[in-house]
T-cell receptor, first 113, second 115 residues
Framework: GDSVTQMEGPVTLSEEAFLTINCTYT??????LFWYVQYPGEGLQLLLK?????DKGSNKGFEATYRKETTSFHLEKGSVQVSDSAVYFC????????????FGTGTRLTVIP | GAGVSQTPSNKVTEKGKYVELRCDPI?????LYWYRQSLGQGPEFLIY????????DSGLPNDRFFAVRPEGSVSTLKIQRTERGDSAVYLC?????????????FGPGTRLTVT
């Protein structure tokens, strides 16, 4: 079945450090891949997505590239800020016309000044 | 405009009782999803509505769980004979259609505690 495995946290970084959160997936078809973010006290919101192999999703300085050969969708940011502190979820959808999302367990990121 | 809203925000119930959780999607969104998020886990898909019909209910854990969306807008998730293991945050999301190109917008969730 479909599944997502993401790097366990928590992750603590200093401001301006480089961030990588690893995500790998298992899917029977050709899934679309997503990163969702949950800021403290807020609901889940879409951060970025990629719908086919080699696509790069980007938003707010975050990037992730859909790598079919390694079944990965790692999240990166070159210089994190305190405001990036949140829980990050990797997710996939592989049902055409029915965007049911399968989520990873989440990675909590804390950025310290 | 208004986002997805869910009521109540918190619900405490005793084991064996019946509960209803409500979701008000964004106006005009035809697709509606329910997820369940247990502590320390990612959201787990429960059911997907396209309009009034349940297009995919493969995530419902057993027949104690049921959901309706009679007019294609508001949805209610119903749990019978609640068990302590049902304690979780129940999330609702809506999108313009069910296609992957349309973003899902999540509500704040209902935290259910079964004592």
């Amino acid at each position: 079945g479909d599944s997502v495995t993401q790097m366990e946290g928590p992750v603590t970084l200093s401001e301006e450090a480089f961030l990588t959160i690893n995500c790998t997936y298992t899917a029977t078809g050709y899934p679309s891949l997503f990163w969702y973010v949950q800021y403290p006290g807020e609901g889940l919101q879409l951060l970025l997505k990629a719908t086919k192999a080699d696509d790069k999703g980007s938003n707010k300085g975050f990037e992730a590239t859909y790598r079919k050969e390694t079944t990965s969708f790692h999240l990166e940011k070159g210089s994190v800020q305190v405001s990036d502190s949140a829980v990050y979820f990797c997710a996939l959808s592989d049902r055409p016309g029915a965007n049911n999302l399968f989520f990873g367990t989440g990675t909590r990121l804390t950025v310290i000044p | 405009g208004a986002g997805v809203s869910q009521t109540p925000s918190n619900k405490v119930t005793e084991k064996g009782k019946y509960v209803e959780l409500r979701c008000d999607p964004i106006s005009g969104h035809t697709a509606l999803y329910w997820y369940r998020q247990s502590l320390g886990q990612g959201p787990e898909f429960l059911i997907y509505f396209q309009g009034t019909g349940a297009a995919d209910d493969s995530g419902l854990p057993n027949d104690r769980f049921f959901a309706v969306r009679p007019e294609g807008s508001v949805s209610t998730l119903k749990i019978q004979r609640t068990e302590r293991g049902d304690s979780a945050v129940y999330l609702c999301a809506s999108s313009l259609t069910g296609q992957v190109s349309y973003e899902q917008y999540f509500g704040p969730g209902t935290r259910l505690t079964v004592t």
